[in-house]
């Protein structure tokens, strides 16, 4: 269980936005004994579709993620209602369909109520327009376990809270669904007042379409955990660094920047791709015997054991709250880093590049 009452914040220190400079590293509590048990699993035929039917979701935050829940549950057969404010997202949720509502209208028509708001925002939102609708017997639902495993939303006692993090963006959260297959999805329970809190997750999971791939059990503290760490050092930080220097040597050494762009980024799908099917080991014997060769003595010369511990340095600002303080502030000072960052990066020779690729492969 995670320490909820020495990790929150105040309301007053919510609302000045100092939850950023609160100690979140309090109240861990993370096995680090590495396991070699597998997980469990669920599947289609462990769950209770029907649990959803009869009751009303109040979906908050109709966006990437929020938008995927909201179809994927409704063409389940579940009552939705949209919590949402004025806006882009507010006009698609009535383009397909549904009748949003302010969110403190909706919170109280959701026997579950699921929240898939920012994950630097929903803590604010909580506290203004979620907590006071929220009554005992309902289940609180969300995508991420960001706000509970930093202690940044302490849902009320009478109240389970559960989660379901689909392992894959929102818009193929919806077209797997569409295609009659799924993503899979990380379950997890935080509270369970009513003692239904696991059949509801599953429940929820199978609406979703999770349960076709797999719903894999976990807890908030290693779901949160492992998608920061994953999402920085490989996903979203790693490997867009990696694309990066390689693609900037080449160009520097005076290759077309063009011949750089499809060497060091664009064919990186057809790698990921067999990976992705069939596994790493699979990949190296679709390659050639001189890109093996090289790759295999080349490449722990990029991954040095100075990466490696970076990495672990890496994976204890995450368990111990750092990189949370550091998002919050960023978040709060309106997220100057971040901006700058993606006007750079919008413009950069790299992007240039890559137009004139996916142009010659007639792509764009
Ligand atoms: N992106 C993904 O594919 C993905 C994958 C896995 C998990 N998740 C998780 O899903 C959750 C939601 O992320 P997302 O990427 O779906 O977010 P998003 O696309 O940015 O959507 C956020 C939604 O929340 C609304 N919202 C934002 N700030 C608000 C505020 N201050 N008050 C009221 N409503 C507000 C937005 O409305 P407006 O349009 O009006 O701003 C929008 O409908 C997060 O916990 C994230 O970690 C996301």
Redesign the pocket.
């Known amino acids: 269980m995670i320490g909820e009452k020495a990790m929150a914040t105040t309301d007053a220190e919510l609302r000045s936005g100092e939850a950023a400079n609160h100690d979140l590293s309090k109240g861990r509590s993370i096995n680090t004994e590495q396991s070699t048990m597998a997980p469990t699993v669920y599947r289609e035929k462990d769950t209770n579709l029907p649990l959803l039917r009869n009751t009303t979701v109040a979906l908050?935050?109709?966006?990437?993620?929020?938008r995927a829940h909201a179809l994927n549950l409704r063409d389940s057969g579940t009552r939705v209602t949209i919590g949402?404010?004025?806006?882009?997202?507010?006009d698609q949720a009535k383009a397909d369909g549904f009748r949003p509502i302010p969110?403190p209208d909706a919170v109280p028509k959701g026997d579950l109520v699921i929240?898939?708001?920012?994950?630097e925002?929903?803590a604010?939102?909580y506290k203004r327009?979620i907590a006071a609708g929220l009554r005992s017997g309902q289940a609180l639902g969300?995508?991420?376990g960001?706000n509970i495993r930093f202690g940044l939303i302490t849902p009320p006692d009478g109240v389970d809270v559960v989660m379901v993090?689909?392992k894959?963006?929102?818009?193929l959260v919806r077209s797997t669904y569409v295609e009659g297959k799924g993503l899979p999805a990380l379950i997890a329970v935080h509270k369970d007042n009513t003692g239904n809190a696991k059949r509801i997750a599953l429940a929820w999971a199978a609406c979703l379409g999770a349960t076709r791939a797999g719903a894999i059990e976990t807890t908030f503290e290693t779901e949160t955990d492992t998608d920061l760490f994953g999402e920085q050092v490989v996903l979203c930080g790693g490997v867009e660094e990696l694309m990066t220097a390689a693609f900037e040597t080449l160009v520097d050494a005076g290759y077309e920047p063009a011949f750089a762009y499809l060497e060091c980024v664009h064919e990186l799908k057809q790698i990921v791709d067999i990976v992705y099917a069939e596994g790493l080991s699979a990949m190296c014997k679709r390659i050639s015997n001189t890109a093996e060769y090289g790759g295999m003595t080349r490449g722990p010369r990029i991954v040095t054991d100075e990466t490696r511990a970076e990495m672990k340095r890496i994976l204890e600002e995450v368990r111990n709250g750092q990189f949370a303080k550091e998002w919050l502030a960023e978040h709060k000072e309106g997220t100057p880093k971040l901006r700058s960052t993606r006007d750079a990066g919008a413009t950069s020779l790299l992007e240039q590049a890559g137009k004139a690729v996916r142009r010659l492969m007639h792509t764009e």
Do not use: C, M
Request: net charge negative; proline share 11%.
């Open positions: 908050l935050g109709y966006g990437n993620q929020g949402q404010r004025p806006g882009k997202s507010f969110i929240i898939a708001l920012p994950d925002t929903a604010e939102v327009e969300f995508v991420h960001f993090a689909p894959g963006p929102g818009s």
